[in-house]
């Protein structure tokens, strides 16, 4: 089937802050050089965890046990997929595999006490769709693939989002998961009837659930046609604000470095903190 635009929700998000940096990074294409130690943490529980569920590793006699085997293969393969060499920083994978060991099995233990686990579970689930709209006379593909989609029966669909961050709520967008139930259920006809976020770093209180409803679908949907008519029609405006010290493109942007200028003047040479962090993180 054939259409205008593709749109994921972190492109749609991204043109939401700013049309000049969804510009350079989707219609441009420029390069962005970030420290890949980051994101692993996220990254790589997240591949053991979609193991456990691909491989049917809940199956074995000791789930645990099999899920941690799995912790250098993971490591292996998120650190090619991220370009990380590994060898340069080896005091940094050792506190990787640290923190995965320790987390891993309390992981296991959350997906066991809160029900994530049916015979029909999915992990990295592509709920890609194309869709079309009168309304506004486009025809989209939306991409999205959901961390986690379990199917208690054909009515009864879980929506979870893993989050490795060692902030709890920095990564926090409930939207992100009403995107996934918008695309469910144009894919299958069935809106989820739980949407959540699992945070594997806060074993004590690791589930956080999301409320929405048909109007939060209706209204998420008609808003991406609506950035999908402006990036058809090339509104690329720069829209500076204070995450433009944290912007990849920063140094390209004359608009952004205006901003940050006149900023540095206002406050007498400071960088605001709400927008900046010196501390690393991982998601």
Known sequence: MSFDQYISYSGRNIYKKCPRKYEYR???KESVVSDPRTSMFGSTIGKVLEWFYTKRLWANPDPVSSVLSYI???IDVVSLREKFDRSQDPAFVNLLRTDLITYLPKAIETIRSHGFLTPDSRAEDDLTVVYGNEKYGMTLKLGGIADFVHYKNRSDVWIIDGKGSKYRE???DADQLVWYAVLHYIKYHVAPSRLGFAFWRFPNDPVKWIDYD???MRSLLDDTFDVAKKIKLKCFD???SGECHRCDYRIKCDDGKKYIAHRRVETGG???????SLESDYE
Request: hydrophobic share 30%; charged share 30%.
């Open 170 to 172: 920095k990564y926090v």
């Open 72 to 74: 250098e293969e993971a």
């Open 26 to 28: 989707y219609i441009i």
């Open 270 to 276: 400071r960088i605001e903190n709400s927008t900046f």
């Open 238 to 240: 720069a829209t500076p």
């Open 214 to 216: 048909e109007s939060r």
